[in-house]
């Protein structure tokens, strides 16, 4: 007990002092032991690299998972050494959802048809990105953590040491000054009187005071040696969160990629399907009721010979191809991405088609994969 309680007092004692060499400090009546340039520009450096890794980390959990509350659930499994529930992504649900209705539509007619291809590929999109924030989380959010959660911590432990140390650094250097001040006014002025003079009891405080000094200087010197390593180890972490970055762009370009080309499938399978309002049109017209001189017939537009269209004196326009396409049959033209061709519409033909030129080659291609200029 008697032990605990003058550590307490030596505790509270040794925080006094550096209270008071703080405030003095602040008060500009003390001097402070500066760092050297390097040193600063090491911590300053260190400070930048938390800043900006804390706000990166942050937004990219905001950016693999929006909903706050999904985000709280997942912190505190991980806290409490859990194992996160797997969830169904909203592209996922939205595909299932698209499935179910589409069986209670009938898949035998174009909108049921329409979408339970639009559902699977809502599934394959949602699993192509259960699988990239699954990689993300791991290549690139999980390093970050470590680094917040690790390394700076002992780099801020061993930096609030230094500061304790330096003040205690100074506080013995402004002790060695006034005792040093007091025993040169003693010795200019000496008390022959006292029994034992005054100025021998100085400079044995003198004394003690310069030892206590030598020993804070090494005990600052070491501590500052390891913090500066510490500090210089922020060159690899750049380089470690150099090589997570380059991960995880991978892991996007990856995803976005994937999802083109289940976008691209879903546009050629639907550019195939049988059009709901093209089966109406055909449906009305082919009523003999409503069949007029000069107008054309679905049979006619279903013969139609591309080679025989004449492209129109006004009307035509410049199309930009969006996506890859494969003609399904020798009335239609191929197309490749980027390319500019020519298109114009002909009497009778369904709105979801144009004619396309390009070169000596014609046919029909969707407008889907098209980008009509002015």
């Known amino acids: 007990m008697d032990f605990n309680v003058k550590k307490l007092a030596s505790g509270a004692g040794l925080f006094l002092t550096r209270a008071v060499q703080f405030t003095e400090e602040k008060l500009g009546q003390a001097e ?54 797997s969830r169904v992504t909203n ?45 993300s989380a791991i290549s690139f959010l999980t390093p970050l953590r470590n680094f917040l959660e690790g390394d700076w911590r002992t780099i801020s432990k061993e930096r609030r040491l230094l500061e304790n140390l330096r003040l205690d650094l100074d506080a013995c250097k402004t002790r060695v000054k006034k005792a040093k001040v007091a025993e040169a006014k003693a010795a200019t002025a000496p008390d022959f009187q006292e029994t034992r003079p005054r100025n021998y009891v100085l400079s044995a405080s003198a004394s003690a005071a310069e030892h206590e000094l030598r020993i804070a200087q090494t005990e600052f010197d070491r501590q500052a040696e390891v913090t500066r390593l510490l500090l210089e180890g922020i060159s690899s972490t750049h380089v470690n969160h150099l090589r997570c970055l380059h991960e995880f762009v991978e892991a996007q370009a990856a995803y976005y990629k994937q999802c083109h080309l289940h976008m691209q499938e879903l546009q050629k399978e639907l550019g195939r399907l049988p059009n709901a309002f093209a089966l109406n049109s055909t449906n009305a017209i082919a009523t003999p009721s409503m069949v007029t001189e000069g107008s054309s017939s679905p049979v006619e537009t279903d013969t139609l010979k591309i080679e025989e269209v004449q492209a129109p004196a006004t009307g035509t326009r410049k199309a930009r191809v969006l996506y890859d396409y ?49």
């Open 32 to 85: 402070k032991t500066e760092l050297d340039a390097q040193f600063e520009n090491l911590m300053s450096r260190a400070d930048c690299t938390k800043h900006w890794t804390e706000k990166i980390y942050r937004q990219t959990e905001v950016l693999l998972q929006p909903n706050p509350s999904a985000r709280i659930e997942e912190f505190l499994f991980e806290k409490l050494d859990w194992k996160v529930p």
């Open 91 to 135: 592209a996922e649900l939205l595909g299932q959802y698209m499935q179910d209705a589409a069986k209670e539509f009938d898949l035998g007619t174009p909108y049921g048809n329409t979408l339970e291809k639009v559902g699977e590929c809502e599934k394959r999109l949602g699993e192509a990105e259960r699988e990239f924030l699954q990689t």
């Open 326 to 374: 494969d003609a399904a049959d020798s009335s239609e033209l191929s197309l490749l991405a980027d390319e500019l061709i020519t298109v114009y519409t002909v009497p009778g033909m369904d709105s979801d088609w144009l004619i396309g030129e390009k070169g000596n080659h014609k046919g029909k291609v969707p407008v889907t994969y098209l980008e009509l200029l002015s």
